[in-house]
């Protein structure tokens, strides 16, 4: 876990953007919308976005900037930034018991303690399917 400056283009594809991201942040997953969402709501599946998309397909057409981020950046304030700056709807993922939650509930944590919690879930989870 470290910080990172993400540059978004109009013409970088989006599985570039949450390659980056999971690099910085290996316990979380970052997925994008075609809508936005509120702070503390999720998205539909149905409503994710082809990781082989544009920014520009949708977000700003015009897309050309930093963002940078680090282990205490709140998820709500790195969500909002990425739809203030490149009008981009994202939810932030943490893996949890060998699946990907959504964080809507825990907006308001970091970045850094979700990955945190993320990793201390990936290692019980992995203990307990050791075991059987």
């Known amino acids: 876990m470290h910080a990172a400056t993400l540059h978004i283009t109009a013409d970088r594809m989006l599985v570039s953007i949450q ?3 999971h690099m910085a942040f290996p316990h979380l997953r970052l997925e994008f919308y075609h809508h936005a969402h509120e702070v503390f709501e999720g998205n ?21 900037g ?44 970091t970045l850094g303690q979700q990955n945190l919690r993320g990793e201390s879930s990936s290692a019980i989870y992995r203990h307990l399917t050791d075991e059987k």
């Open 44 to 64: 539909s599946r149905r409503d994710i976005a082809d990781p082989g998309l544009r920014v520009a397909d949708i977000g700003d057409p015009k897309a050309n």
């Open 19 to 21: 390659s980056e991201f």
């Open 66 to 109: 930093y963002l940078k981020i680090s282990p205490e950046t709140m998820v709500f304030e790195f969500e909002q930034s990425l739809m203030e700056q490149f009008k981009l709807s994202a939810q932030v993922f943490r893996h949890s018991g060998g699946k990907w939650v959504q964080t809507t509930a825990s907006d308001q944590w």
